[in-house]
């Protein structure tokens, strides 16, 4: 699958979401008290419910904040592992 598809599904104004859903997941991350397994699922909600605040209850936005979600975690992750990877040379 590649990633090109996905980018066109979401809607450019929902990059907000995005940004947010990431802002989100860091703070989360530095909460002591929300274990980290579940980040991944509460930040996937929120993405939900800001998009179908955005767009209406459907489907699609159902669907687009899913991928809102994913996309900000995978970033996340893509991040902390490249810094890792510089880390280790």
Known sequence: ???????????PELIVVVIACWIIGYVFKQ???????SIVYL???IAIVFVCLIQGFTVQAIIQGILCGAVAVYGN?????SKKVGEDE
């Not at 699958?1 to 809607?11: A, D, L, P, R, V």
């Not at 909460?31 to 397994?37: E, R, S």
């Open 1 to 11: 699958m590649e990633w090109s598809m996905i980018f066109e599904y979401i809607n």
């Open 31 to 37: 909460t002591p008290f929300i274990p980290d397994w």
């Open 43 to 45: 930040v996937g909600v």
């Open 77 to 81: 992750q893509l991040v902390k592992q």
